[in-house]
């Protein structure tokens, strides 16, 4: 069973659409984020979610909107997408927000705007 | 979070020992030090975290200096499949500290 998992893998679509990514996870933490890679290989988080609430929202446009239905998923809804959000976007969780607590990352979504 | 400095790029030859380097000179008494990879096209990978004493796991050792101003990854016996990029963080341990900051990395070539 995948620890973390996103929905789709790979996503291609043309600039003003909205696209969703989905993720779930079964480790049973409480806190979930998106990261977003880019070109140039940075790794920087967008959101965190611990208990379905929202905790962190890193200067990110308002085109982009989590949602958390329930602590086992976040998901990613993009409005009017833009060639600057092609990137993969990598979910992850962990059982506790202190230090002492890894993180758990899924496999990435790669996003491509055309 | 403290900020960490690492070499850009290191290569190692397979069999070898790998030996990665952080200096983490700012850090806090209340900071862990961790380390995640990320091979690529793959979502990060956690390796191994430690706050004082030195941390041993199947995957890695991780050795803190006294003055826990810099840390070392050792992964004792390097194979082709551990070619990817080396994280090293530092994140308080109080509870609330929800992110994990990511630096520019070490990218280790493990070479035949």
């Known amino acids: 069973d995948t620890a973390v998992s996103q929905t789709p893998k790979y996503l291609v679509t043309q600039m003003g659409n909205d696209k969703s990514i989905k993720c779930e996870q079964n480790?049973?933490?409480?806190?979930m984020y998106w990261y977003k890679q880019d070109s140039k290989k940075f790794l920087k988080i967008m959101f965190s979610?611990?208990?379905?609430?929202?905790?962190i929202n890193e200067t990110v446009p308002n085109r982009f909107s989590p949602k958390s239905p329930d602590k086992a998923h976040l998901n990613l809804h993009i409005n009017s997408l833009e060639l600057g959000d092609s990137a993969v976007y990598f979910c992850?969780?962990?059982?506790?927000?202190?230090?002492?607590?890894?993180?758990?990352f899924g496999s990435g979504t790669r996003l491509t705007v055309v | 979070d403290a900020k960490t400095t690492q070499p850009p790029s290191m290569d190692c030859a397979e069999g070898r020992a790998a030996n990665l380097p952080c200096n983490h000179s700012?850090?806090?008494?209340?900071?862990?030090v961790y380390w995640y990879r990320q091979i690529h096209s793959q979502g990060p990978q956690y390796i191994i975290h430690g706050l004082k004493n030195n941390e041993t796991n199947e995957m890695a050792s991780l050795i803190i200096t006294e003055d826990r101003k810099s840390s070392t990854l050792i992964l004792p016996h390097a194979t082709l499949r551990d070619t990817a990029v080396y994280y090293c963080?530092?994140?308080?341990?109080?509870?609330?500290?929800?992110?994990?900051?990511f630096g520019k990395g070490t990218k280790l070539s493990v070479i035949p």
């Open positions: 979610y611990n208990n379905k609430e929202l905790i």
């Open positions: 480790l049973g933490h409480d806190t």
């Open positions: 992850a969780s962990s059982l506790g927000t202190g230090g002492a607590w890894g993180y758990t």
């Open positions: 963080i530092v994140r308080p341990s109080g509870a609330g500290s929800y992110q994990l900051t």
């Open positions: 700012t850090i806090s008494g209340n900071e862990y």
